[in-house]
């Protein structure tokens, strides 16, 4: 009796032992089949950790990998400094944007060969760009519209020195007639026409520029006006662009300096105000005229 009740004993134990190693099994079974979802889901493996997601492109400021490995499993690479190549036609000496006495030496160079085919100003914009495309194409150069080393010393040697009457030509057009409303006192005198302004005072004409006015539908108001306010570094309240050297003279058309006249020319036209291209003579205008100054703009 003894032996058969431990009989029992033992198959009672070996049925729970069995139990627990099936319940044993079955839970390394989930386990293992969790794992290996989200392993799939991440892109990784059950047995092995994943690994830090990737970036597509390089890392920039705005756009940094959103996780890194350690720097501890990073080999280190070893530094390498390749030395920069030199531009092929030198270092670049005026580009779009610049502005000053040698831009101005450059369009007059550019205009004696016949590459330029308007008077100086001093900014070198995209027409300024086309002329010196135009002419390092002629001379075999690369077309990047920029004046570097090379492109300045063979337009140098091709050209003299310009006068002074070259650089500063008093308007790319013949100053039209003056109104006989500038024949007194002291006048900005503005012809549509020739799209020219003088500056006279008693009849003589001070000094003369290249002006643009307002497009068909903003179009420059003609008649008698006086000059109310200046403001030497205005922006427009209305387009948020600048007008430097503004002398108002009927309601917000002003006399004023472009950047885009400048940089365009006669492609483009103003909001209604005149615009000067040349921004020494504006300048200088700006110096000389006062509030009550008059002003004419005729055809």
Known sequence: MMRIHRTRHGGGTAHRAGATAVTAVAVLTLAATTAGCQAHASGGSA?????????????????KPAATPSPSTIAPSPSVSAAPKPAPQGRTLMATGSEGKQVRELQARLRQI????????????????AAVQSFQGKRGLSRTGRTDTLTWQKLVAMTRKPTAAELN??????????????????????????RTLSWMIDGRVVSSMDVRFGSQYTPTREGTFSIYWKSRHHVSTIYHTAMPYAMFFSGGQAVHYSADFAARGYTGASHGCVNVRDEGKIAALFDQVR????VVIYW
Request: proline share 14%; glycine share 10%.
């Open 114 to 129: 016949g590459h330029f085919d308007r008077s100086p100003t001093g900014y070198y914009g995209t027409l300024t760009v």
């Open 291 to 294: 509030n009550g100054d008059k």
């Open 169 to 194: 030509p008093p308007t790319s057009r013949p100053a039209a007639r003056p109104d006989k409303r500038c024949m007194t006192g002291r006048v900005l005198c503005i012809s549509k026409n020739s």
């Open 47 to 63: 047995t092995k950790p994943s690994s830090p997601p990737k970036t597509s492109g390089p890392a920039t400021d705005d756009a």
